[in-house]
């Protein structure tokens, strides 16, 4: 950044500047109290929009030169673009055709990285090497590590809090994995060397044994069914022969009482018959008329009547008139004879079926005894039979018994491999786990992208103690600054502002603004500020478009290198004067 013009009105101590830069460095020299720290202020102002004498825009006024109303600050850049800061409001114009760097205030003040505490200096290097803690860039360097893409995505949106946070996240993400480790592994403490080659305990499983045994349990189920078939045809058998047997038993007891049942038959039919003609005879008395209608015999020409004699048999009897009257006694017996005739009728009538059961139930005797008898089993047959069949079923529960076993200890052996599968991966997600904590510690990828930001700005300081003559400032990885190998808040007032000058020139330099103030340049002594301007006449030209230095003189130097212009200010003014001689 080149600056070609600065303007002040009534800024502070500044109260009328206007000068024209025409060399790359030039040095602002006066008397105590003249304007030039004022001066520095308004450039960092209109530059920045920032104050470092007040901390409220409210506080603008303060900036104004006492006794006057407003004031400005202009700063030309290249001949053409100008910025500046209008007080009391604090109206700045931003620079359009420069995107203001980070690493601007930094060139503008340079105990400003002295003051950073020890992370935000790390994280001002990262940023003026170009180098993101969150993004692309650490996923990239993760991936180079050959850590899990998956697990860089899980962390990746920690970096954002920067890479303490995203390791703790990798850490606590490991320590899950090991808690989950020991659940999976029945309570084990974890250990790296363990975990590699843990397997879990799983008893013999035989597959083949297995096979036979469900093999062997078939054949067992085989005789079970063929046995328990004939067990069943055998009590079949022995059921039908006993049921005919009973059934023989009994037609033999039916058919016994055939001759009984004739008998009785033929009593009970002539006890009917006499009852029929008790009964005709004596409805006939009862009724007054005869029993039949008399005939004439072809042979005497008499009257004759057929009736059944007492066997039962027609025969020819002298018919006899019927008495005029009907009898009493005839009819007050006929209810009785006629009662027992039903009797002898329905006596006749068991007979005959009582007979006829006894017919049949000797032809169905006679019909089975021809056909053949039911052999029934043997009741020892049977015995054994049922016998086998209890040990069969014996042996099946056995052979289920073994085939349980045997399918336990398969499973078990299923869940064990299944163990040591879930333990390797558990594992495994604990090494990746820490495979990026480890890249996310202070040594890993942040220790590398550290040299990456210090290697530059230590090689810069390096080749500006060269020239200056000054002692060597190095910034650590710790972010301790040293000069001369002396930690930073142990040296001298004016060994501070050299290494602070050297590194505000090294970020110039690193940055790309090429642009460096420096302020109370006077606290060297005169060989320190010749060492200054020499070094900084080196720089100038090349490295470092402008630089401005401020410092309290008596007069300005008599002789300065041709790349050197000085301005004194007096009195808030300043313009172009001739050296003191």
Same mark, same amino acid.
């Given at each position: 950044?080149?600056?070609?013009?600065?303007?002040?009105?009534?800024?502070?101590?500044?109260?009328?500047?206007?000068?024209?830069?025409?060399?790359?460095?030039?040095?602002?020299?006066?008397?105590?109290?003249?304007?030039?720290?004022?001066?520095?202020?308004?450039?960092?102002?209109?530059?920045?929009?920032?104050?470092?004498?007040?901390?409220?825009?409210?506080?603008?006024?303060?900036?104004?030169?006492?006794?006057?109303?407003?004031?400005?600050?202009?700063? =030309?850049?290249?001949?053409?673009?100008?910025?500046?800061?209008?007080?009391?409001?604090?109206?700045?114009?931003?620079?359009?055709?420069?995107?203001?760097?980070?690493?601007?205030?930094?060139?503008?003040?340079? /105990?400003?990285?002295?003051?950073?505490?020890?992370?935000?200096?790390?994280?001002?290097?990262?940023?003026?090497?170009?180098?993101?803690?969150?993004?692309? #860039?650490?996923?990239?360097?993760?991936?180079?590590? &050959?850590?899990?893409?998956?697990?860089?995505?899980?962390? $990746?949106?920690?970096?954002?809090?920067?890479?303490?946070?995203?390791?703790? *996240?990798?850490?606590?993400?490991?320590?899950?994995?090991?808690?989950?480790?020991?659940?999976?592994?029945?309570? &084990?403490?974890?250990?790296?060397?363990?975990?590699?080659?843990?397997?879990?305990?799983?008893?013999?499983?035989?597959?083949?044994?297995? /096979?036979?045994?469900?093999?062997?349990?078939?054949?067992?189920?085989?005789?079970?069914?063929?046995?328990?078939?004939?067990?069943?045809?055998?009590?079949?058998?022995?059921? /039908?022969?006993?049921?005919?047997?009973?059934?023989?038993?009994?037609?033999?007891?039916?058919?016994?009482?055939?001759?009984?049942?004739?008998?009785?038959?033929?009593?009970?039919? $002539?006890?009917?018959?006499?009852? =029929?003609?008790?009964?005709?005879?004596?409805?006939?008395?009862?009724?007054?008329?005869?029993?039949?209608?008399?005939?004439?015999?072809?042979?005497?020409?008499?009257?004759? =009547?057929?009736?059944?004699?007492?066997?039962?048999?027609?025969?020819?009897y002298a018919y006899e008139p019927p008495a005029s009257a009907p009898n009493p006694?005839?009819?007050?017996?006929?209810?009785?004879?006629?009662?027992?005739?039903?009797?002898?009728?329905?006596?006749?009538?068991?007979?005959?079926?009582?007979?006829?059961?006894?017919?049949?139930?000797?032809?169905?005797?006679?019909?089975?005894?021809?056909?053949?008898?039911?052999?029934?089993?043997?009741?020892?047959? !049977?015995?054994?039979?049922?016998?086998?069949?209890?040990?069969?079923?014996?042996?099946?529960?056995?052979?289920?018994?073994?085939?349980?076993?045997? *399918?336990?200890?398969?499973?078990?052996?299923?869940?064990?491999?299944?163990?040591?599968?879930?333990?390797?991966?558990?594992?495994?997600?604990? /090494?990746?786990?820490?495979?990026?904590?480890?890249?996310?510690?202070?040594?890993? !990828?942040?220790?590398?992208?550290? #040299?990456?930001?210090?290697?530059?700005?230590?090689?810069?300081?390096?080749?500006?103690?060269?020239?200056?003559?000054? &002692?060597?400032?190095?910034?650590?990885?710790?972010?301790?600054?040293?000069?001369?190998?002396?930690?930073?808040?142990?040296?001298?007032?004016?060994?501070?502002?050299?290494?602070?000058?050297?590194?505000?020139?090294?970020? #110039?330099?690193?940055?790309?603004?090429?642009?460096?103030?420096?302020?109370?340049?006077?606290?060297?002594?005169?060989?320190?500020?010749?060492?200054?301007?020499?070094?900084?006449?080196?720089?100038?030209?090349?490295?470092? *478009?402008?630089?401005?230095?401020?410092?309290?003189?008596?007069?300005?130097? $008599?002789?300065?290198? *041709?790349?050197?212009?000085?301005?004194?200010?007096?009195?808030?003014?300043?313009?172009?004067?001739?050296?003191?001689?």
């Amino acid at each position: 950044m080149k600056i070609t013009a600065i303007q002040t009105s009534n800024f502070l101590g500044a109260r009328a500047v206007d000068v024209k830069l025409t060399k790359p460095i030039t040095l602002f020299a006066g008397k105590n109290g003249a304007g030039k720290s004022s001066l520095s202020e308004a450039v960092r102002m209109a530059l920045t929009g920032e104050s470092v004498r007040v901390g409220l825009k409210k506080e603008y006024g303060q900036l104004v030169t006492e006794g006057a109303n407003s004031g400005f600050a202009e700063i =030309e850049i290249n001949g053409t673009v100008r910025t500046f800061v209008t007080l009391p409001d604090g109206k700045t114009t931003p620079l359009t055709e420069y995107a203001t760097p980070t690493a601007l205030p930094y060139v503008l003040d340079a /105990q400003r990285f002295a003051r950073l505490d020890t992370n935000e200096r790390r994280a001002f290097l990262f940023g003026l090497m170009g180098l993101k803690t969150d993004g692309p #860039a650490v996923r990239e360097r993760l991936l180079a590590k &050959e850590c899990d893409a998956a697990k860089i995505e899980a962390v $990746a949106p920690f970096l954002r809090a920067g890479f303490d946070a995203a390791q703790k *996240e990798a850490q606590g993400k490991a320590r899950e994995s090991k808690a989950q480790w020991k659940t999976t592994t029945g309570g &084990e403490t974890y250990g790296a060397v363990k975990a590699a080659s843990w397997q879990a305990k799983k008893p013999e499983a035989d597959a083949g044994a297995l /096979q036979d045994a469900r093999a062997d349990l078939a054949a067992i189920e085989r005789e079970i069914e063929q046995e328990t078939t004939r067990l069943g045809e055998l009590q079949g058998k022995a059921k /039908q022969a006993a049921e005919q047997q009973a059934k023989l038993n009994g037609l033999r007891q039916q058919a016994s009482q055939y001759a009984r049942a004739q008998d009785k038959l033929n009593r009970d039919e $002539a006890e009917l018959k006499e009852w =029929e003609r008790k009964v005709e005879e004596t409805r006939a008395k009862a009724s007054g008329t005869s029993k039949h209608d008399p005939l004439t015999c072809p042979h005497c020409g008499g009257l004759v =009547e057929i009736d059944n004699d007492d066997a039962g048999q027609p025969a020819l009897y002298a018919y006899e008139p019927p008495a005029s009257a009907p009898n009493p006694e005839a009819k007050a017996k006929l209810p009785e004879y006629e009662k027992a005739l039903k009797l002898c009728q329905n006596m006749v009538a068991n007979g005959k079926r009582d007979l006829e059961a006894a017919d049949t139930a000797a032809r169905a005797l006679k019909e089975i005894e021809e056909a053949g008898l039911i052999e029934a089993p043997a009741d020892d047959e !049977i015995a054994h039979s049922k016998s086998r069949v209890d040990g069969l079923k014996h042996d099946r529960a056995n052979q289920q018994a073994a085939i349980r076993l045997l *399918e336990d200890a398969i499973q078990q052996a299923l869940v064990a491999d299944e163990r040591t599968q879930q333990a390797a991966a558990l594992h495994n997600d604990v /090494q990746q786990w820490e495979a990026i904590a480890d890249a996310l510690a202070p040594d890993g !990828i942040p220790g590398e992208m550290l #040299a990456e930001a210090l290697g530059p700005i230590n090689d810069r300081l390096r080749s500006s103690s060269v020239l200056s003559e000054w &002692e060597q400032v190095t910034i650590s990885p710790d972010m301790w600054i040293t000069y001369g190998g002396r930690e930073y808040n142990l040296i001298s007032e004016s060994e501070k502002w050299r290494a602070d000058a050297m590194i505000a020139e090294a970020v #110039a330099k690193l940055s790309g603004i090429r642009l460096l103030v420096l302020d109370r340049f006077d606290v060297l002594d005169s060989k320190g500020r010749e060492d200054l301007l020499y070094w900084l006449d080196g720089e100038s030209g090349g490295d470092l *478009e402008t630089v401005m230095l401020f410092g309290t003189l008596k007069a300005l130097p $008599a002789q300065l290198p *041709e790349t050197i212009e000085a301005v004194w200010i007096e009195n808030g003014v300043a313009g172009k004067v001739e050296a003191a001689a």
